[in-house]
């Protein structure tokens, strides 16, 4: 209790809007209550545990894009759809996600559900073997998988742009796995700091 108090009252900005932000969730019966990767059985090698990334930031961000109403976004890693919620505000044709884990696939489908959003979608996969990304002009990360992961994810991209070659862009919010995506082909066109982390974001690099 006292550390969520200080989240709301003392802790730096872009904490304090984000607590405020998750707790009006709680408040209105959604799920977004941070989970240690223990709690979930997941592998370490394999996945991270979930804190929801949508919100004032993620707003803020998005407004920065040059969104047309034909584009789609999914959310590799995308855990109780915290971040989708916060998509789904916004001008895109589909906000989908993909998370390995059935428990957060069911609670992020319950929380869609709960919020009436009905142009979304939420896939139980591992994102390394995820290819059908054909439709997704932007692909949203949140330090979701150890580098390995990254790097896979990054693979599939490029194959796929290979055989459908589109405008992509894949933003990175906590881009701890930076070198991961920029070996994999792609390279920083923009990075935003309003956030409790910074989020990047990537374009192809010439294929």
Not at 19 to 27: F, K
Not at 44 to 72: I, M, Q, V
Request: glycine letters at 6%; hydrophobic letters at 40%.
């Amino acid at each position: 209790m006292l550390h969520l108090l200080h989240k709301l009252t003392r802790a730096p900005r872009y904490e304090r809007e984000q607590a405020w932000h998750n707790l009006g969730l709680t408040l209105a019966g959604v799920d977004v209550l941070q989970t240690p990767l223990e709690e979930l059985g997941l592998d370490a090698e394999r996945s991270h545990g979930y804190a929801n990334t949508g919100g004032p930031a993620l707003r803020r961000f998005l407004r920065t894009l040059p969104l047309k109403a034909t584009d789609s976004i999914i959310d590799l890693g995308c855990g109780k759809g915290g971040a989708l919620i916060t998509m789904a505000r916004f001008p895109f044709q589909r906000v989908d996600g993909l998370d390995i884990s059935p428990l957060l696939v069911d609670i992020a489908r319950r929380n869609l559900q709960r919020m009436r959003l009905r142009k979304c979608m939420v896939y139980c996969a591992d994102a390394a073997q995820f290819t059908a990304l054909e439709p997704y002009a932007y692909v949203y990360m949140f330090h979701p998988f150890p580098a390995s992961v990254v790097e896979a994810v990054m693979a599939n991209l490029r194959r796929s742009l290979e055989a459908h070659p589109r405008p992509l862009t894949v933003i990175y919010n906590n881009p701890y796995h930076h070198s991961s995506v920029v070996e994999g082909g792609f390279e920083v066109v923009e990075e935003f700091g309003e956030a409790v982390y910074p989020i990047r974001v990537y374009r192809p690099s010439e294929l």
